[in-house]
């Protein structure tokens, strides 16, 4: 090693978060994973109701899991009651890992993925502002109903413009005609 080298320092390859889980969330069908470490079935698959999230939320809970990686909100609120530390991550961040996807092999993916740190969370939402989110059919109908009402006025206000131009240009042709036969009775 010359002198301008410096010397490399050795990477910790360490987990950062080892009790780590993530779920692959399906409309049907939920794949949970845990460490290999933390249970002799570390892929489990749970169904998307609300006792089968409960379910979930008791294995995570036996395998000392305190932090859970979720692409889709779908168990987050189960989980957040329950004590889990939730993360909404972004499925794009996790597309590019190598092997075939499946289910089972996403969930294991983000598991490993989040037990080393390598995925961000998306942004959380708290409060009136969540409640907002949640509820989007309620501000959306609310919305659609403005803009319809303010399409009417400004449709009702180009009417009347376009029939005030119209009077204006008729009004403006008649005193036209008037100061020609005016200025021609005057010129006789």
Wanted: charged share 25%; net charge positive.
């Amino acid at each position: 090693m010359t002198e301008t080298e410096k010397p490399r320092r050795k990477r910790d390859s360490s987990p950062t978060r080892p009790n780590a889980a993530a779920i692959n969330i399906g409309a049907t069908l939920h794949v949970a994973a845990v460490g290999p470490d933390q249970d002799p079935e570390p892929v489990r698959s749970f169904g998307p109701s609300t006792d089968d999230l409960h379910r979930l939320a008791d294995g995570f809970g036996q395998c000392g899991v305190r932090t859970v990686a979720v692409e889709s909100t779908g168990a987050f609120e189960t989980l957040d009651q329950r004590g889990f530390e939730v993360i909404l991550v972004n499925a794009r961040d996790a597309k590019h890992v190598p092997g075939r996807k499946t289910d089972i092999s996403d969930a294991q993916w983000l598991q490993r993925l989040h037990e080393y740190g390598l995925l961000r969370a998306s942004v959380r939402l708290k409060g009136e502002v969540a409640g907002l989110v949640r509820r989007p059919s309620k501000c959306a109908d609310s919305a659609v109903i403005a803009l319809r009402c303010l399409s009417r006025r400004a449709q009702q206000l180009f009417v009347a413009n376009c029939l005030i131009a119209r009077i204006q240009r008729q009004c403006r042709i008649a005193v036209n005609r008037e100061n020609r036969r005016v200025s021609v009775d005057h010129c006789t």
